[in-house]
């Protein structure tokens, strides 16, 4: 199916959207310039999380007074937050990713929110090469009535035997194809049984889809690679869907 089909669902199920680059700068990260890209980011993203790794020093002293310190602190990434926290820009020592948390409209305002900064990114560190793409799409399907079985809504699901010694809504699979004509995988990580918060129940479908980039650093085709993961990722979400989950999310 194309991905004009989200068009006819009454509200897209969305609850997090992901976009991904892995990158290898060709510098340190120690020396990517991340406070000249904070100043770019201000306006837009005026909280930030920067994350260290290092070696755990503990100090021995009097009983229930140990100090504990951080030695060889290294920078391994830094996180940009919106003032509501729902939208997340992320540049790590291997990777550049957008996560959107909550108000996902349409997937060319999502990735042209992307592209831009991953420009910045390129004007500030040019010995920046991209290696793969990714996007990922979590998913939350409100069915809205008990649920009796799985298969009525997926046409993917797991079951067990009665002696599974722990009950199946533990549990969720990875299911992974991969298209290696296209360079391109994607991964189903499908819980197998629906939650129920204040009496409602849901499922979760989680799709994550990858490629390939051969392109370097060409921005059209760039922007052709996550319009094909776009596709291949709608392709797979109505794939697996029954006609009654479709009834469902058309309303």
């Known amino acids: 199916m194309s991905s004009t089909e989200f068009e006819h669902l009454k509200k897209a199920p969305i609850i ?3 976009a991904q680059i892995r990158v290898n700068y060709g510098i340190e990260f120690k020396d990517f310039p991340i406070e ?3 100043r770019r980011l201000q306006k837009v993203y005026p909280k930030v999380n920067r994350n260290w790794s290092g070696d755990i020093e ?5 009983v229930g007074k140990d100090q504990v310190s ?4 290294r920078l391994n990434g830094v996180k940009f937050y919106n003032e509501e926290g729902e939208e997340v ?3 790590f020592n291997d990777l550049i990713n957008l996560e959107i948390r909550s108000d996902y409209k349409k997937f060319e305002d999502f990735i042209d929110t992307f592209l831009p900064k991953v420009d910045m990114i390129l004007e500030l560190v040019p010995t920046a090469v991209f290696q793969s793409s990714s996007l990922r799409y979590i998913n939350k399907i409100d069915v809205n009535e008990e649920v009796k079985r799985t298969e009525d809504y997926f046409k993917v699901y797991l079951t067990s035997t009665d002696d599974f010694p722990v009950g199946i809504s533990e549990y969720n699979f990875s299911y992974v194809s991969r298209l290696s004509d296209q360079n391109m ?3 189903l990580i499908h819980a197998m049984a629906p939650v129920r918060i204040n009496g409602e129940y849901s499922f979760l479908l989680d799709i994550d889809v990858h490629k390939k980039i051969d392109s370097a650093n060409d921005p059209k085709l760039l922007r052709q690679t996550f319009d094909d993961l776009r596709n291949l990722k709608n392709q797979v ?3 697996v869907l029954t006609e009654r989950t479709l009834k469902l999310l058309k309303g």
Not at 70 to 73: F, I, M, R, W
């Open 16 to 18: 997090s959207a992901i």
């Open 36 to 38: 000249s890209l904070a």
């Open 58 to 62: 503990i100090l021995e002293s009097e």
């Open 70 to 73: 951080l030695q060889n602190k």
């Open 89 to 91: 820009f992320s540049v």
């Open 185 to 187: 995988f994607y991964r």
């Open 237 to 239: 979400f109505f794939s």
